[in-house]
């Protein structure tokens, strides 16, 4: 597993606003664009199904960067005695539109007894959230095996693993995930990860750490410290 640093200064979370501020301008852009060839194309049905695909899917990933920036500014409100499976569960109910649309299943493998933790319900579903669409998003077109979400108690540590079969990232990808606006995907806003190490790491006093190889596939790790 490789474990990520976290570093945050005034001039990266002005870097974060100018790079936010671009990638919501590019996003739109397209949004008008595509609208723009809709209006030319109103007699075909099939390319207007296609065109509104494409306007909701980029509207979409841009409530999702959105809600990350919008979680990022606020501060964390911790709560005690929260049920990170139950957490796991609300995240995989928001995703689960997506694994239906491409045919994926998600199964969750969850340890009943995992003790309770304070954390900021908020933060740490959108974590769940990012986590399993990555791995929804490496899995599509590439495999037919589900993504699976694991909790377990390790130690002092609630941990879950996502996992998911697909392409492995790759030696010169591996070390760029967690900056922000690193994305290899079309319409990725490269947020993601970034905010969850940030949530993690620095709102919870966790770890997140991944492996990634061409038979396991690729499991992310998030580690939480448990309540007392
Ligand atoms: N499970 C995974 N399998 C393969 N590559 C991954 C996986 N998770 C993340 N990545 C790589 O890390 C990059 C950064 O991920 P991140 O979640 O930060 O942004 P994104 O998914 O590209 O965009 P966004 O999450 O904003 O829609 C991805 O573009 C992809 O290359
Ligand atoms: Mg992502």
Do not use: W
Not at 54 to 77: F, N
Request: charged share 25%; net charge positive.
């Amino acid at each position: 597993m490789t474990a990520i640093p976290s570093a945050t200064s005034l001039d990266d979370l002005k870097r974060l606003a100018a790079v936010a501020a671009h990638e919501m301008g590019n996003s739109l852009a397209a949004i008008i664009a595509t609208a723009q060839l809709l209006r030319a194309s109103a007699h075909d049905p099939a390319v207007i199904a296609r065109l509104a695909d494409r306007i909701e899917t980029i509207a979409r990933q841009m409530v999702d960067a959105i809600s990350d920036l919008k979680v990022l500014g606020a501060t964390p409100r911790r709560e005690h005695g929260v049920c990170l499976n139950e957490l796991v569960r609300e995240a995989a109910e928001r995703v689960l539109p997506i694994a239906q649309k491409d045919g994926l299943r998600l199964e969750l493998d969850l340890d009943p007894a995992l003790p309770t933790l304070a954390c900021d319900r908020r933060g740490v579903t959108r974590v769940l959230i990012n986590l399993i669409k990555n791995a929804l998003e490496a899995a599509r077109g590439a495999t037919t095996e589900p993504v699976v979400v694991r909790s377990r108690r390790r130690g002092p540590f609630a941990s879950i693993t996502v996992y998911n079969l697909g392409k492995p990232i790759p030696p010169g990808v591996r070390e760029q995930i967690f900056k922000p606006f690193f994305s290899t995907k079309p319409h990725g806003s490269g947020l993601g990860l970034f905010i969850s190490r940030e949530i993690v790491v620095d709102g919870h006093n966790g770890a997140i750490s991944f492996h990634s190889g061409p038979r396991l596939g690729t499991a992310f790790c998030v580690k939480l410290p448990l309540e007392g």
